[in-house]
């Protein structure tokens, strides 16, 4: 018997209440703590006297234990449903945060980040979960757009307000703060959420997750998505804001304002990608011709940085962030094109591949840029970053070499029936 189609029927303004927020409080948490140490790092430099590639892989230990837990979790998620997955997770989180407001070297900090990312590994794909369970295909990208504004949201808040609150208390009693939010988030979601339909069935397999990989939706998708979003990810988190500050020798009030306006440049890019792949969906536009638009002018925005355009360093650091927002894309499409069982995996599989490859980029952009001694301010050279970004842009890419040079052949080959097509119709109308 179909599980969802006997589902309980939910109205839209409960699937925003009891589905949507409580899941969307879980994301916008993780946003903010994936991305605080970008406005925290004078400080955990100073209080730890940090090199920058420690600091690289203090921040990126997140993404690296995130991307560990993606495949059990993704199995949960189908196993048991969102609702109990979140609670169990979100109180790790919890208690991750207060490890990283207590500990007191480097090791320590780090272990206490990567129980963080292990703790917040489900939010986004829970939310996913939970949302293709009431929500119908066709509404995904642009649902999934809301939450991806969300976590502009909470990405936002990591900036300014963090910046304010670092006035009234220190990093310390920040991450305390962080972690009882991260608790209160999980029993909300215990409390309001209902069970998920078709959750307690069968155990998924690992066979069942490989399946995923091999769907050729997942694998067209990846090739040309995956790369850009990691860079997205794992520059946005940390080295925008480091980039700003070193070679722009902005100080680090500008600097905050500036992630500010790039991270809340995330809300309004996730709504509107939403809103264009469903537009062009109307119109037979493919969401992957949609998303290969937005990665070249990603990849644009990425030259930009390393020819040094002058005009505006402002202006490059939040359109980074604004166009990279359509990496996000890659949910919607996967959810979209495999069955609503595998909806959990697939989210999960994704989130394996785009975190580890945020792991390498942060740690690996800090190792590069470490290769050049810093000023007597502390500051490291323009040509750093020129060398870092530009190996970045490296491995973007073939992903978008790859996806042209596949369409040039579909191209030539629709072109051909049309000439086909066209001579036949002359031939008929032809006098014999």
Known sequence: MDADRDAPRLTGAAVFFYVFLPFALGHYLSS?????????????????????GQLGLLTSAFFFAFALVQLPVGIALDRYGPRRVQLVLLLLAALGALLFATGASFWQLMLARAVIGCGLGGCFMSAVKAVATWVAPRRLPSVQGYLIAVGGLGAASATLPVRTLLQHTDWRGLFMVLGFL????????????????????????VRSVLDVYRA???????ALVLAPHAVFFGIQGLWIGRWLADVGRFPDGVVAYLLYLGMASVIFGAVAVGMITEWAGRRGIAALDVAAAGVALFLAVQVAIVVGWKPSLELVSVLFTLVGTITGIEYAIVAQSLPRGLT????TC????????AFLVQAGFGQVVGLWPADAGGHLPAPAYRVAFGLLLVLQLPGLVHYFLRQRPVQCRIAMLTQ?????????????
Do not use: H
């Open 182 to 205: 991260c608790a209160c988030s999980g029993i909300v979601i215990w409390l309001v959420t209902p069970r998920t339909p078709g959750a307690g069935g069968p155990a998924p397999t």
């Open 344 to 347: 959990g995996r697939a989210a």
């Open 32 to 52: 903010l703590l994936r991305n605080v140490n970008a406005v925290l790092a004078p400080e955990l430099v100073g209080a730890l006297a940090l090199s920058p």
């Open 350 to 357: 994704l989130n394996l591949l785009i975190f580890v490859g």
């Open 216 to 222: 050729p939706a997942f694998r067209a998708t990846i």
């Open 420 to 432: 086909k097509e066209e001579y036949e119709i002359g031939s008929l109308r032809s006098p014999r």
